[in-house]
């Protein structure tokens, strides 16, 4: 029910029945602002994606407006997958890290790490994003961390990632352009090549790697690396739950270790993702983790929603959503304890009724 993407399967494998921490990345990005650039929540309220995501897979609701974020189309969050996850099989625990959010979550006891940081402008405009101390930041939070558990599940929810994810790598200089994921079926690529196109036109050869970050990057990407490598000396291993977006922080750490002459362990880090991005036949997540000097362990869930009948999560099979909010993390942590795909479908589907 776990299938290798690349590596082997000795790395997932040795945390089969071990308890996980849940930390979900969540920030906002004026990209998202671009008519038609996603579907990633409600239309008009894109920015407060995140923030719901985090209300419902904390405490089963959402509090800063009335419903869950869902698409145009009806296909709701992939927060309900990394809810039902946890309520079969819970997390040791949840902590959520702000990074920048127009409207920050309304939870109690619930951990919140606030660091601060402004949500980004637009990358056709400039990111304008102080990406060096962002980056700082993820590798002091990784130095300081106290895990109570085995291993972290690092999710993401940022609407219009994918857009600047792939703006990124490109500004990197990675042949990717065919090979990120969208939350669309049908990905809005005229629309994401123009904004693209103006934020690669605001790149000059004499920018160095932090500069170039600062206009095209958003803050997930840019504090996830920081992340990983100031994990490099902690005995902590890391699954990087999501897709294309969390394959673009390795992309940047591998440029980062590039300019630093450093390497990096790959043994303690592994990125799990969904079935829906692993088979998706407008990307190429595989490809992206081959464009790194090092090796990653990856993995998917062999998940699917082919044991309902509700027409929104049928949507899911069909190419849309894909993945968010640490769902394909989540899906492996479930089969790891032994979690079945009609227990969780039958739980997910207990949310829509």
């Not at 849940?22 to 239309?43: E, H, R, V, W, Y």
């Not at 407006?65 to 869902?70: Q, Y």
């Not at 309900?80 to 959010?101: C, D, M, S, Y």
Request: glycine share 8%; hydrophobic share 40%; proline share 4%.
């Amino acid at each position: 029910m776990i299938k290798t993407i690349t590596g082997n399967k000795d790395f997932i494998e040795s945390l089969r029945g071990k308890r996980a921490s849940f930390f979900l990345c969540m920030s906002n990005t004026k990209t998202a602002d671009t008519p038609g650039i996603t579907q990633a929540g409600i239309p008009g309220m894109l920015h407060l994606t995140p923030t719901l995501d985090a209300e419902f897979i904390s405490i089963g609701e959402v509090r800063s407006l009335g419903n869950i974020a869902e698409t145009p189309k009806g296909v709701p969050t992939p927060a309900l997958i990394t809810r039902a996850v946890h309520l079969l099989h819970p997390f040791q625990e949840i902590e959520l890290l702000n990074l920048g959010l127009e409207v920050a979550p309304c939870v109690e006891y619930f951990t919140i790490h606030d660091f601060k940081i402004d949500p980004s402008h637009s990358i056709a405009q400039d990111a304008a994003i102080a990406a060096q101390e962002v980056f700082e930041k993820g590798v002091q939070f990784a130095q300081e961390l106290s895990v109570k558990s085995d291993y972290i599940i690092l999710g993401e929810s940022v609407p219009a990632g994918t857009t600047t994810a792939l703006a990124t790598a490109l500004a990197l200089r990675y042949d990717a352009r065919e090979k990120f994921s969208s939350s669309f079926k049908n990905d809005p690529s005229d629309i994401k090549h123009t904004v693209i196109e103006q934020a690669l036109s605001r790149i000059h050869e004499s920018d160095d790697l932090f500069e170039t970050l600062a206009k095209v990057g958003d803050n997930m990407l840019i504090f996830n690396a920081g992340l990983l490598l100031g994990l490099q000396n902690r005995d902590i291993p890391i699954v990087l739950a999501g897709g294309t977006q969390m394959a673009c922080v390795l992309l940047i750490v591998n440029r980062i270790l590039q300019m630093m002459e450093g390497e990096l362990d790959g043994s303690k880090i592994a990125l799990c993702t969904t079935k829906w991005v692993a088979k998706d036949n407008a990307s190429d997540i595989k490809g992206l983790l081959e464009m790194n000097d090092f090796t990653i362990n990856a993995y998917y869930a062999d998940f699917d929603f082919s044991l309902t009948a509700h027409p929104a999560l049928k949507l899911y099979d069909e190419g849309e959503a894909k993945e968010g909010v640490g769902a394909g993390g989540a899906l492996v942590y479930a089969l790891l304890n032994g979690i079945t795909k009609e227990q969780i479908t039958r739980k997910v589907e207990s949310f829509l009724q």
